[in-house]
């Protein structure tokens, strides 16, 4: 199996505008336009940190419909809602896949199930579990699987953000490092 790579990192917000402004005053950049996740009723802005990887900026979206599901990322988790008012905060962090259903087979992880998403023109399945939390708070990634195999990365508009490494902090550090090296991602992360 192909060994996955970083696809993107998840930064939740309580307001989209109001971290976006924040975060390019903070890092003196400026962030590409997104859109609306239908489905999940969230919103987002986009940003390049690699050649292949972006940083995503993710909040509810007050004109979007409520979801018939939890929303990814934990959105509807009142703990990670109020922590979100007092400033956005990395979430999460995604493994680009060639065969999602493949790596979920593989991995003996409750990921979630594999999930058709789209943004406009883009399509994607990602694993989403059923309470909408991440595992073990967003240390271990996500899944993503795009139907060109690359993802959107190219396209999105270069700040000069660059992503230069993840240091994951988990109480039972063996025990995460035993759950990325079975995603094949032990080397994406160093932890602590």
């Known amino acids: 199996m192909t060994a996955p790579e970083l696809d993107h990192l998840v930064v939740g917000a309580a307001d989209l505008d109001a971290a976006t402004a924040a975060l390019e005053g903070d890092w003196g ?3 590409g336009p997104g859109g609306r996740h239908p489905a999940m009723g969230t919103h987002n802005r986009l940003t390049r940190i690699a050649a292949t990887s972006y940083l995503e900026i993710i909040a509810t979206d007050p004109a979007g419909v409520t979801p018939n599901r939890p929303r990814w990322f934990g959105l ?3 703990a990670v809602r109020t922590e979100l008012e007092g400033r956005p905060r990395l979430l999460g962090w995604a493994l680009r896949v060639p065969n999602i259903d493949a790596a979920i087979a593989a991995s003996r992880i409750d990921l979630g199930r594999a999930t058709a998403m789209t943004r406009g023109a883009l399509r994607w399945r990602i694993t989403i579990r059923d ?3 991440l595992q073990e708070g967003g240390t271990v990634p996500f899944l993503i699987e795009w139907p060109d195999g690359s ?6 508009p270069d700040s000069g953000l660059r992503f230069l490494g993840l240091t994951l902090r988990h109480p039972e ?3 995460l490092r035993t759950m990325l090296a079975a995603l094949g991602a032990a080397d994406l992360a160093a932890v602590e």
């Open 131 to 133: 309470d909408g939390t």
């Open 173 to 175: 550090p063996a025990r």
């Open 76 to 78: 509807d988790d009142p």
């Open 151 to 156: 993802g959107p990365a190219a396209s999105i």
């Open 29 to 31: 950049m400026r962030f």
